[in-house]
């Protein structure tokens, strides 16, 4: 079945670096992919997302790819900020189907 | 701006008691799902909705769970008894109904069984 993995965290940057967070997944068809966002004590958050292959999704400085040949969606942000603390998940829509299936999340912890 | 609302927010129980949590979708929207977080298994999916009839609720221990839709604007997750291994977070989320869409979470409702 389709599926998603992501990378690990917890992902640990100081302020203005650099952030990538991989994912890539296994699906039948051709799913919209998306990225969500968690912050402490709060329900996930749409951050961006791409409904076909070459699309890029953006916001908020995050943009991701959807790479069909390398199966696909990496998250990056060129500076990342105190603010951006929080974790993120990976997320397919699954074929012909109402459902999302998600990554098991990663943890970003931004320092000052 | 339109958001999916849970009530309550937060919820301490005694094993044994009935819990009962609230959603209410977007409106328009007319799918609906639960999930449940928990740090050990993380995001899981319990249960789903299209036009108010479940569509799937695989992911929902059958024999103290339900879930059910009484009207466009309400959704319930009843937990009846409780136990401590129920003690997550339990989000709703909506959708617009088509295939690859996004869906919208809400804030959630932790409950804790003491």
């Known amino acids: 079945g389709d599926s998603v993995t992501q990378m690990e965290g917890p992902v640990t940057l100081s302020e203005e670096a650099f952030l990538t967070i991989n994912c890539t997944y296994t699906a039948t068809g051709y799913p919209s992919l998306f990225w969500y966002v968690q912050y402490p004590g709060e329900g996930l958050q749409l951050l961006l997302k791409a409904t076909k292959a070459d699309d890029k999704g953006s916001n908020k400085g995050f943009e991701a790819t959807y790479r069909k040949e390398t199966t696909s969606f990496h998250l990056e942000k060129g500076s990342v900020q105190v603010s951006d603390s929080a974790v993120y998940f990976c997320?397919?829509?699954?074929?012909?189907?109402?459902?999302?299936?998600f990554g098991s999340g990663t943890r970003l912890l931004v320092r000052p | 701006d339109a958001r999916v609302t849970q009530t309550p927010r937060d919820k301490v129980t005694e094993m044994g008691q009935e819990v009962t949590m609230r959603c209410q979708p977007i409106?328009?929207?007319?799918?609906v799902f639960w999930y449940r977080q928990t740090m050990m298994q993380g995001l899981e999916l319990l249960a789903y909705?299209?036009?108010?009839?479940?569509?799937?609720d695989s992911g929902m221990p059958k024999d103290r769970f339900s879930a059910e839709m009484p009207d466009a604007t309400l959704a319930t997750l009843k937990i009846q008894p409780s136990e401590p291994r129920d003690s997550a977070v339990y989000f709703c989320a909506s959708g617009p109904g088509q295939f690859y869409n996004e869906q919208f979470f809400g804030p959630g409702t932790r409950l804790t069984v003491l």
């Open positions: 909705f299209r036009n108010r009839a479940p569509l799937d």
């Open positions: 409106l328009g929207h007319n799918t």
């Open positions: 997320a397919l829509g699954e074929d012909s189907s109402y459902k999302l299936i």
